[in-house]
């Protein structure tokens, strides 16, 4: 595919000093971008190669885009150039990065390495150059030709957004007896977690459920008296790749919509016990999967109002969740619900709000997280409409479609409208459309949402209906366990 080509000028900086820019010509050209003294020369000045080149804005303090760029190749330092305005320097940037394309791809992965590879695609053959475990996830995802043609660079971001999901997954099973030196942001979890006894804290220790972390009991704190959960993890390689963000998280955040933190324990040297405030009402999935219940528009109001709350706290304090969905949204005995597993969360420093790492769950995904794009506070936004479609369908979009697919549909296409437009208020749907805006850029945030004419009907305090929901689900599990075996 050839590539495409442009020219102008451009300012090239010297390192770290803006005074000493100086405007040069580039010539954008297949592979290679060229750069000359002045327009018309014979021969460039320079030339750098753009083959899995990385192109990127430079964000102001306070995290907006102006008008520098920096082209990264594969090998090599850094070229610092400035535009003119604005739309020069997005023109540059678009151009720059789908010529990097047609010579290659850099895919970011979870863990922060990069893969290179040189790929090319060629209409009747398809992608050449791809690893194999690629190449099998893009035959089982129902792709068209034409799709992939017409989308190259979406399909490569997706697959390594995929892979990158998958080798987490895979991560979560491996053992792993040592302590790291240190966790994720830097943090060492030796220091977070206490070496006392947990069993001389806590009694009356009572399963109540399992997840991929690890099991969960109920538990009385022996001084207090009051009720607890507590969540035992084997030190497997993905629970020591986040446990420590996920009790920092956690230690930093007091608000009445985020679970209670309560102390962490090293339980001989493979096993972590995280001691949190015991909500009786399960998560908030088990209520959307039981097909007897349909939620009412204010319920899913009090609900995402409550999350949408956790989250304006969280965000304010530089903080991504990186993971809402109903699976970590928990419901305590008088129906509120509160943020749980801060497993993905993430802490901004103020040079820089944006991160690049893929994280959190294919399906509810944001566009810039899925294209392995820089992205802020608003991919949990994203993620908060993905769940209020949940809340209002019983499963999020595209659930019906191998992975690939569905996140090929959320980049290209977007999500689609509600199944039932006219169920719901013109305030719900508007709201809802905010949240799953497509460029991350005009999302609106927590505190801005907060005061969506939805949000304000919303009342908080009293939550009868959502303990109704629990008590039918409860009832309902009852009676298939009962039928199951016959009682």
Known sequence: MPGQKKEG????????ILSSAQKKWFVLDGGNLHFYKKQGDAKPAGTVSIIDAEVKSVLDQSGKAGVEFLVIPLEGKTLKLKADTSEERRDWMDAIDKNAVTSGVQVAAPSGLQHHFHV???????FQGLPSEWNAMLAGSGLSEQEINANQKDVISILGTQMGFLKEQENASRPNNELPESGPESLNLS?????????????????????????????????????VAIKKMQLTQDILKMLPAEISTMQKCKHDSIIEYCGSYLVGNDQVWVVMELMTGGCLTDIITDESIKMSENSIGQVVKQVLEGLDYIHQKHIIHRDIKSDNILIGAQ?????????????????????????????????????????????????????????AESEPPYFEFDPIRALFKITTEGLPPLKQQDKWTPEFRDFLAKCVTRDADKRPNAEQLLDHPFMKRIKLGEYPEMVKYVQQSRLNKEAAINQAFNL
Not at 192 to 197: G, N, R
Not at 369 to 385: E, P
Request: glycine share 12%.
């Open 335 to 391: 129906g509120e619900v509160k943020i749980a597993d801060f497993g993905y969360a993430a802490q901004l420093i103020k040079s820089a709000r944006v991160r690049q790492t893929v994280c959190g769950t294919p399906y509810w995904m944001a566009p810039e997280v899925i294209k392995g794009n820089a992205y802020t506070q608003n991919v949990d936004i994203w993620s908060l409409g993905v769940m209020m479609i949940e809340l």
């Open 191 to 227: 220091e977070l977690v206490s070496t006392e006894d947990p069993n001389k804290l806590y009694s009356d220790l009572r399963h109540i459920g399992s997840g991929a972390a690890g099991e969960v009991f109920e538990a009385t704190d022996v001084k207090t008296g009051k009720k």
């Open 120 to 126: 090319s695609f060629q209409v009747g053959v398809g």
């Open 9 to 16: 000028y451009l300012h090239h900086k010297k390192e770290g």
